[in-house]
């Protein structure tokens, strides 16, 4: 499985951003999908997952703020994220398991940059 993300970038706080996943190859294998983020000094962590049944995760600091959603034949996996905040910055990577949470990700991308400026 091969997975590319988009859509990151500067923007300042309270602004939103749209990060994007595309998935590709052996997507028959996935059966979760989510975005961890890695921020200086801290571990990467599960922001947002999602799963074959609809059913979603989100980590606390950003329940009400960020959306996870994606296409029915895992083609792709997306991230609405609003009122964002400073310590929203990191590197977004897109991941993707055969597990109904994406907690041990078999499949990673290469990241997306997001920062957003106070």
């Known amino acids: 499985v091969r997975l590319v993300e988009s859509g990151g970038g500067l923007v300042q706080a309270g602004e939103s951003l749209r990060l994007s996943c595309a998935a590709s190859g052996s997507i028959f294998a996935i059966n979760s999908m989510g975005w961890y983020r890695q921020s200086p000094g801290k571990q990467r962590e599960l922001v947002a997952g999602?799963?074959?049944?609809?059913?979603?995760y989100y980590v606390d600091s950003v329940k009400g703020r960020f959306t996870i959603s994606r296409d029915n034949a895992w083609t792709g996996v997306y991230l609405q994220m609003n009122s964002l905040k400073p310590e929203d910055s990191g590197v977004y990577f897109c991941?993707?398991?055969?597990?109904?949470?994406?907690?041990?990700?078999?499949?990673w991308g290469q990241g997306t940059q997001v920062t957003v400026s106070s």
């Open positions: 999602i799963n074959s049944g609809d059913r979603t």
């Open positions: 991941a993707a398991d055969g597990s109904t949470l994406p907690t041990s990700p078999e499949f």
